[in-house]
């Protein structure tokens, strides 16, 4: 991942998204579901300090999408249960539970998405980092771990990105299989 700057407070966001078929405005949760085709592994660059327009320069993807009916019974309901595993610089810093590490299923964010528009099929759509309400299984960002250290301590003692460092995330299967294959990034100035 190739950034300008490390100033801009560099982080990442391990998440997975979907890719949906046309999905009507004002469609319920429960029709919101049936427009999901595809189930995506996703990396969000994020550089904290320059907001949202300039902030957000670039996702990756895993390298394979799956179906839900290919999840199996890991996806329920919207939610697909299983470890999402995050390490940075070589080290796990995150195996978070996809399914209850999400606030809104994606039917419901998908409805949410809908209230004023229809989806259009191949649309992608984020969940977000996933999080998990016990700390002690990691984080999927960086700047979630540093609320909490401010919230413990006052301030943040976890550092943003820098040049050099690599992120490397990955969900498995039940049977221990990667199911999306890993995103490994590294975060490099301009040549």
């Given at each position: 991942m190739v950034l300008a700057s490390?100033?801009?407070g560099i982080d990442f966001e391990a998440q997975l998204?979907?890719?949906?078929?046309?999905v009507p405005m004002g469609?319920?949760?429960?029709?919101?579901?049936?427009?999901?085709r595809l189930l995506l592994l996703a990396s969000d660059i994020c550089l904290r300090s320059l907001g949202?327009?300039?902030g957000q320069p670039m996702t990756a993807f895993g390298p394979v999408a799956v179906t839900p009916d290919e999840a199996g019974d890991s996806w329920r309901q919207?939610?697909?249960?299983?470890?999402?595993q995050t390490s940075w610089n070589g080290r796990k810093v995150g195996l978070c539970d996809a399914g209850a590490g999400m606030t809104?299923?994606?039917g419901q964010l998908l409805s949410h998405l809908c209230k004023t528009r229809p989806v259009s099929a191949g649309s992608i759509v984020g969940a977000g980092p996933v999080s998990h309400a016990d700390w002690r299984q990691g984080y999927s960002c960086i700047a979630e771990k540093r609320a909490v250290e401010t919230a413990d301590t006052g301030q943040p003692t976890t550092?943003?990105?820098?040049?050099?460092?690599?992120?490397r995330i990955e969900v498995k299967g039940k049977n221990g299989q990667s199911?999306?294959?890993?995103i490994e990034q590294e975060i490099t100035p301009p040549a």
């Open positions: 490390e100033a801009g998204a979907v890719i949906t078929g046309d469609a319920s949760p429960e029709q919101a579901l049936d427009g999901i949202a327009l300039q919207g939610r697909l249960g299983l470890s999402l809104f299923h994606f550092r943003f990105m820098q040049f050099g460092d690599t992120l199911l999306f294959g890993a």
